[in-house]
């Protein structure tokens, strides 16, 4: 991917809210399910990752680009942005 993909999709995800926290529990297998079926309905998913969470942004989007094969596109703060191109039918796709 690159940078100049990277920074459409960061400038996309800004103007969205956060769908997904990730708290004091850190990153279990319903957060990532979670995350997994918004990418595929979205993909494009903006995360906040809270003070008390055990890991920060940049562990987090590390950890779950990994698991669920996703771009990693951003961790700006205490917020994360991950990409993934969906197959689902019926999904408005992002041009890239």
């Not at 494009?44 to 669920?68: D, N, R």
Request: charged share 25%.
């Amino acid at each position: 991917m690159t940078s100049k993909t990277r920074a459409k999709l960061r400038s996309l995800a800004s103007q969205t809210s956060s769908l997904f926290q990730i708290g004091k529990g850190g990153i279990n297998d319903e957060l990532s399910k979670g995350v997994s079926q918004a990418l595929d309905k979205r993909e494009l998913v903006k995360i906040s990752v809270l003070k008390t969470s055990p890991v920060s942004a940049k562990e987090a989007m590390e950890l779950l680009s990994e698991s669920l094969k996703a771009e990693p596109i951003a961790a700006t703060g205490n917020t994360l942005v991950l990409y993934r191109k969906s197959n689902a039918d019926g999904v408005k796709h992002i041009e890239l």
